[in-house]
């Protein structure tokens, strides 16, 4: 089986989605009980060195950065540096389906930001789609309830972060390796947590709480690994909605692990994303289906049925 670049781009971005989401559930968890700072350290250090282990693995034998991509490593790293802290901060005082229901703004937001910035095509029904994929979210978050307070808006100023991040991710030269941009990612974030530790103590960790910084850091690295696949193939209007599926991760977990049930406006809420992903993509199978159409008959070749 064939996979064009946006399919390929929706699968990475689906994954990725879910790592993080597993990722969020840990580290609401642990900072429950540790400091932020000290959280974030202790999932770097894993983090980085997991990374490390991975690129010897691959048969890397230097993480060099070429010219070309330097300044845009330090606007992604430093974007990254504000999602995280901003994410983490959020995280900490929200329910988890209400922060990632604010989260899925970013489509709508990367996409007319791909629109503006890098002047990517995008038709009128996927801007169609993704708007009614963020009244979905807006069902969820209902701004001017008791829901949409000061962390609310520390979530959205995340989002302002993180549509940086992918643009930039998406002018990065294609011979750049992505274990490569997550290394110096790992290393910024953790370089942010020791920073941190200036203003709070260290907290003995107990076994419990390592296993599952463990479990984060390595949900962390393959967020890092897919979310950037995702964003350097296909379209990003096309593989931006796929975002929306961490909604479904964080109701579920929420649901699970903290005793967080939506309620009838999330679940409908998430309904109306969940269909806009769907039909981005049906649409998205019908244009390549025309396209190869169109190619078949300039060439005197005949398409199989499927």
């Known amino acids: 089986m064939t996979f ?25 968890a642990v900072t429950q009980v540790l400091p932020l700072s000290e959280a974030i350290v202790i999932r770097g250090v894993m983090t980085l060195a997991a990374l490390l282990v991975l690129a010897w693995a691959m048969g890397m034998k230097s993480i060099w950065i070429s010219p070309d991509d330097r300044a845009l490593l330090g606007w992604r790293t430093a974007a990254e540096l504000g999602a995280t802290i901003t994410f983490l901060l959020a995280l900490r005082q929200m329910p988890l389906a209400n922060l990632s229901a604010i989260m899925q703004s970013l489509p709508l937001a990367v996409t007319l930001g791909a629109a503006i910035a890098l002047k990517e095509p995008v038709g009128w029904r996927r801007m ?5 994929g963020f009244a979905g979210v807006l069902l969820i978050v209902r701004p001017g309830t008791d829901g949409f307070n000061i962390w ?6 995340s989002v ?10 998406r002018q990065f030269s294609t011979g ?5 941009i997550a290394i110096y990612t790992s290393i910024a974030v953790t370089l942010m947590g020791l920073s941190g530790l200036a203003i709070e103590e260290w907290t003995p960790v107990e076994p419990q709480v390592l296993a599952m910084l463990a479990g984060a850091s390595v949900m962390l690295i393959l967020g890092y690994l897919f ?3 995702a964003m350097r193939v296909g379209d990003v209007g ?4 796929f975002r ?36 981005t993509y049906l649409r998205e199978h019908q244009l390549q289906r025309r396209i190869s159409a169109s190619r078949a008959s300039l060439t005197g070749t005949a398409t199989p049925d499927r």
Not at 152 to 157: E, K, Q
Not at 160 to 169: E, G, M, P, Q, S
Not at 238 to 241: E, I, L
């Open 4 to 28: 064009t670049d946006n399919t390929r781009g929706i699968i990475f971005m689906a994954v990725a989605m879910a790592t993080f989401t597993v990722n969020d559930s840990f580290m609401k």
């Open 160 to 169: 302002a972060f993180v549509v940086v991040r992918d643009l930039t991710t």
């Open 128 to 132: 169609t789609a993704i708007a009614v």
């Open 244 to 279: 929306y599926s961490a909604l479904i991760w964080a109701i579920l977990l929420g649901w699970l692990v903290f005793d967080d049930f939506p309620r009838g406006l999330t679940l409908l809420g998430a309904a109306i994303i969940v269909a806009t992903g769907l039909y």
């Open 176 to 180: 750049l390796p992505s274990v490569t």
């Open 152 to 157: 609310s808006v520390v979530a959205l100023i």
């Open 227 to 229: 979310i950037v696949m």
């Open 238 to 241: 096309v593989v931006a909605p």
